[in-house]
């Protein structure tokens, strides 16, 4: 009862914030028995003729993830079911595509036999074609090439490959190591660009690479950094946002503060400008609810939203984040938001999607866990068309056989 009323007084306080909006699930993942899928993490990949291609980190015909395709309609083909050898198994990322429409991607587990902490192996990179060929590119050792990349890759024209592994290395965080920034060419040959050390450089990097046109990647490392404020130091650093230069040089662009002074722990990519102008998100900042900040080319700093503290109104937990032609950015947030108070999310909120105008105003377009939008815990950010409509996925309630398996949305302004 109580959390019926406090869900009413919410409702009541910030309906302000919100605009109408039609929200749609245009899949809800069906579980084990069914090969289906579960728990989407990864972010979506629109191809442009309305189709949707993305991974479920378990479920499938032997329980160890998916790809698959939805088209227009909402009509799901399983283009693939890993099996948790050679391989991979649990991909948390997303997709990328070349002119051909292969897709390409990476499993944070699976490969080589025996690497790992759980033995269950170090990760892949794939590729799958249109026909269905599956091809293994690259198995990692868990060594210094890394092991357990969690976040999509970039590709170049030519082909070659860029990424992120958030474990192993030569540096760092014990002997597991703080993970890589790898490129991984035509041929096959895998190159560490940089091994984090988990020190002032960073570590853990979570989310994927952003590359421009002059071949400079730049990403964010979850932990590591500075380590100038006593919140910083309880977490080994705050994290970071780095650049790699087209020839292979590291450099710290910013080192986060924590609380409260901005964000910490960024665990996603990050959005560039014509005016090399980086924007992402972070947790805390000073409502302890999570921040979106932008950052110069002369590496200033300047928040342009601190999310909502506790009861957490606008969401809390901001994931990565898309821009439109206007310069409104579009992200999702794990949890909060007025609903969901049930027995998945229970007091905390199942999450929100979000709209942040260039003056800095917050509009809830959709609280996760209602009736109107049944989702919840958004693990990725969304994806935008050219029509403005709006795709995530969440890892929660509408599970067709038991418990939560998650779901592909769509919102339309």
């Known amino acids: 009862m109580r959390a019926l009323v406090y869900s009413a007084l919410l409702l009541l306080a910030f309906q302000a914030n919100s605009i109408a909006q039609t929200y749609s699930i245009l899949h809800g993942f069906s579980g084990y028995p069914s090969s289906d899928g579960i728990y989407p993490l990864g972010s979506l990949l629109h191809d442009g003729a309305g189709n949707l291609y993305g991974m479920t980190y378990s479920g499938g015909n032997f329980y160890y993830g998916t ?127 940089h091994s984090f050390s988990g020190s002032t450089d960073g570590g853990v990097p979570l989310a994927g690479l952003l590359r421009d046109g002059a071949g400079n990647l ?96 606008e969401g809390e937990g901001a994931s990565g984040l898309v821009r439109d032609s206007k310069g409104n950015f579009y992200g999702t947030a794990a949890a909060g938001g007025i609903g969901g108070f049930n027995s998945y999310c229970p007091g905390v909120g199942c999450g929100t999607v979000f709209k942040l105008d260039t003056l800095g105003n917050l509009t809830v377009l959709a609280n996760l866990g209602t009736v109107e939008a049944p989702g919840s815990d958004p693990q990725s950010g969304v994806i935008l068309d050219h029509q403005g409509n709006l795709y995530g996925t969440g890892v929660g309630t509408t599970c067709k056989t038991y418990g939560d398996c998650g779901e592909v949305f769509k919102i339309v302004p």
């Not at 650093?237 to 609380?259: D, H, I, W």
């Open 67 to 193: 790809v698959y395709k939805l088209d227009a309609s909402g009509n799901e083909s399983i283009l693939y079911n890993f099996t948790g050898g050679t391989d991979g198994a649990w991909p948390s990322a997303g997709l990328v595509q070349d002119w051909q429409h292969n897709l390409y991607g990476t499993t944070s587990a699976g490969g080589q036999a025996g690497c790992g902490a759980s033995r269950s192996g170090c990760g892949v990179v794939f590729k799958l074609s249109p026909s269905g060929k599956f091809t293994v590119l690259y198995t990692f050792t868990g060594g210094a090439d890394g092991a357990a990349p969690k976040a999509a890759l970039v590709r170049e024209a030519t082909g070659n490959l860029y990424g992120t592994t958030s474990q192993a290395g030569t540096a760092g965080c014990g002997s597991g190591g703080c993970g890589t920034v790898f490129k991984l060419a035509t041929n096959g040959t895998l190159t560490v660009l």
């Open 218 to 313: 730049y990403g964010t490392a979850s932990v590591g950094g500075s380590l100038s404020t006593s919140h910083c130091m309880s977490l080994s650093g705050c994290g970071t946002v780095f650049e790699v230069s087209a020839t292979g040089k590291f450099s710290v662009l910013y080192s986060f503060l924590g609380y409260p002074s901005d964000g910490d722990a960024p665990t996603a990519g990050l959005l560039r400008d014509s005016q090399g102008n980086l924007y992402g998100s972070a947790g805390d900042g000073a409502n302890g609810a999570g921040m979106i900040f932008k950052l110069d080319s002369t590496g200033h700093e300047t928040v342009l939203h601190n999310f909502a503290g506790y009861p957490w109104p």
